[in-house]
């Protein structure tokens, strides 16, 4: 099993809607999630960043936690074409050390 | 600029050759890291360092030789070049924090061996 693990997608959406991004993670004592965005041939950008169970709101980025089930999700309203990119979603585990685990990505499409 | 960044931004060589590549970051964060992207975006930690002191190695060929001078700077020596090393590198850094923090990416460092 992988430690995290997201939707590798392609997802694509129209311009306007809501893209919803989810991943789930191994290790139960694992601290704190991050959503990073891509752009391709860039380097990754820090999105959202949430700790506790719950929903933590940012502009028209929504990070959603829930511990009990590990899983974390990232909702994008009213989609832009700039939304365009690889999604990253980001685990920090106490295990081996404070060690942050990126899953794969998942590629988002947004359609003008 | 306040930033992380890595030298070279291309590096084109050839199989057995050895590499380095440097990074700085100007952010005084205690922690900086090398990670390795695939041709598939998988982005995998290579090894982080702590004030100067190595805190994480994960199952990197030993020909992977990072260095630390100082806090600031984390460069990544490459030995014996093979094709599948082949990747993106990308440098990273992070403030100090008990539940961890964001990563700061420096722009990667695009690598092609031949």
């Known amino acids: 099993q992988k430690e995290v693990e997201q939707n590798s997608g392609p997802l694509s959406v129209p311009e306007g809607a809501i893209a919803s991004l989810n991943c789930t993670y191994s290790d139960r004592g694992s601290q704190s999630f991050f959503w990073y965005r891509q752009y391709s041939g860039k380097s990754p950008e820090l999105i959202m960043s949430?700790?506790?169970?719950g929903d933590k709101e940012d502009g028209r980025f929504t990070a959603q936690l829930n511990k009990a089930s590990q899983y974390v999700s990232l909702l994008i309203r009213d989609s832009q074409p700039s939304d365009s990119a690889t999604y990253l979603c980001a685990v920090t585990t106490l295990s081996g050390g404070f060690k942050t685990i990126f899953g794969a990505g998942t590629r988002l499409f947004v359609k003008a | 600029d306040t930033a992380v960044s890595q030298t070279p931004k291309y590096l084109v060589t050839q199989m057995g050759n050895d590499k380095s590549i440097k990074c700085e970051q100007n952010l005084g964060h205690d922690t900086m890291y090398w990670y390795k992207q695939d041709s598939k975006k998988f982005l995998k930690i290579m090894f982080s360092?702590?004030?100067?002191?190595?805190?994480i190695n994960e199952t990197v060929p030993n020909r992977f030789s990072p260095k630390s001078p100082d806090k600031a700077h984390l460069n990544l020596h490459i030995n014996s070049l093979e094709l599948g090393d082949s990747a993106v590198y990308f440098c990273?850094?992070?403030?100090?924090?008990?539940?961890?923090?964001?990563?700061?990416f420096g722009p990667g460092t695009r690598l092609t061996v031949t």
């Open positions: 990273a850094s992070s403030p100090p924090g008990l539940a961890g923090s964001q990563q700061y």
């Open positions: 360092y702590n004030n100067k002191e190595l805190i």
């Open positions: 949430i700790y506790s169970n």
